[in-house]
T-cell receptor, first 113, second 116 residues
Framework: AQSVTQLGSHVSVSEGALVLLRCNYS??????LFWYVQYPNQGLQLLLK??????LVKGINGFEAEFKKSETSFHLTKPSAHMSDAAEYFC???????????FGSGTRLSIRP | DGGITQSPKYLFRKEGQNVTLSCEQN?????MYWYRQDPGQGLRLIYY???????QKGDIAEGYSVSREKKESFPLTVTSAQKNPTAFYLC???????????????FGNGTRLTVT
């Protein structure tokens, strides 16, 4: 069965520091991968998605993620954290274009002043 | 602006009562979904619909029911059979009628249901 694992339910970084949120997936076929962000009491919005084009995917708000097949990973990074980045981040996987999207359990990102 | 509207934002019910959560979209999307979100568990799929008058159970459909009489609307009823209904419920839509995959999910802002 396909699954996605987010390492760390809570990550805290200082403003201006590197943000790294980890995501590993299991899939029997090359998957489609997504990162979504959720601000408090709101729905999710798409940050970026990988669909077998370039392995380095750039998203909104300065975030990017790199697909590494050998490591089955799709970690999310941002060079310099901003206070407005505080939110919950969800990694998601879909094994094929005809499959449902499966979400990880989420990582809450806090930013220290 | 196109989007998904969920109402109400907060809902309180007594145990044993059925309650219906509204979800309306004006994105002209074929596929619509209902997810349940609990702290530390991510999103779990309750029901989804790929076309009008058709819907399928997701991973946790027990105690829930849906209808899809119009393309724009996909209401969710939480019945008294749902043993732990207190949660944050999210509705989403996708232009991808196959149900996800490469398609982006567009989410509403959710309904927080509290049952006491």
């Amino acid at each position: 069965a396909q699954s996605v694992t987010q390492l760390g339910s809570h990550v805290s970084v200082s403003e201006g520091a590197l943000v790294l949120l980890r995501c590993n997936y299991s899939s029997s076929v090359p998957p489609y991968l997504f990162w979504y962000v959720q601000y408090p009491n709101q729905g999710l919005q798409l940050l970026l998605k990988y669909t077998s084009a370039a392995t380095l995917v750039k998203g909104i708000n300065g975030f990017e993620a790199e697909f590494k097949k050998s490591e089955t990973s799709f970690h999310l990074t941002k060079p310099s954290a901003h206070m407005s980045d505080a939110a919950e981040y969800f990694c998601a996987v879909s094994p094929s274009s005809a499959s449902k999207i499966i979400f990880g359990s989420g990582t809450r990102l806090s930013i220290r002043p | 602006d196109g989007g998904i509207t969920q109402s109400p934002k907060y809902l309180f019910r007594k145990e044993g009562q059925n309650v219906t959560l509204s979800c309306e979209q004006n994105l002209n999307h074929d596929a619509m979904y209902w997810y349940r979100q609990d702290p530390g568990q991510g999103l779990r799929l309750i029901y989804y619909s790929q076309i009008v008058n058709d819907f399928q159970k997701g991973d946790i459909a027990e105690g829930y029911s849906v209808s899809r009489e119009k393309k724009e609307s996909f209401p969710l009823t939480v019945t008294s059979a749902q043993k732990n209904p207190t949660a944050f419920y999210l509705c989403a839509s996708s232009i991808d009628p196959a149900g996800g995959g490469t398609g982006t999910l567009h989410f509403g802002n959710g309904t927080r249901l509290t049952v006491t």
